[in-house]
């Protein structure tokens, strides 16, 4: 089992910077790729950013391609999700998961999910 729980989300202007992070207990945490994902109301659960083991690949959706950043840190089982220019069609509840592959995150097929943190942009 790996235990996820996301932080960092809030309230803030469009144009602003939010990072949001997850940290993971339980199995090795270096095992496994990383992702985020969001769900806005009325909306779909939808793919945002995953980060392999090492951190040497990383893969986004074209949404936030150049907006967002994924990174880990294994030393502290935790994965972090920098947002900048955020616009208010970002507004959503931001999701980690756990996964074998960036493959995978990238199909939206995960092992593990947080419980979310919301992020609101308004304008």
């Known amino acids: 089992q790996v235990q996820l729980v996301e932080s960092g989300g809030g309230l803030v202007q469009a144009g602003g910077s939010l990072r949001l992070s997850c940290a993971a207990s339980?199995?090795?945490?270096?095992?496994?790729?990383m992702g985020w994902f969001r769900q806005a109301p009325g909306k779909e659960r939808e793919f945002v950013a995953a980060?392999?083991?090492?951190?040497?690949?990383?893969s986004y959706a074209n949404s936030v391609k150049g907006r967002f950043t994924i990174s880990r840190y294994n030393a502290k089982n935790t994965v972090y999700l920098q947002m900048n220019y955020l616009k208010p069609e970002d507004t959503a509840v931001y999701y980690c998961?756990?996964?074998?592959?960036?493959?995978?995150?990238?199909?939206?097929?995960?092992?593990?999910w947080g419980q979310g943190t919301q992020v609101t942009v308004s304008s």
């Open positions: 980060i392999s083991w090492s951190g040497g690949i990383t």
């Open positions: 339980g199995r090795t945490f270096r095992n496994y790729a």
């Open positions: 998961a756990a996964e074998g592959a960036v493959a995978n995150l990238v199909a939206s097929v995960a092992d593990y």
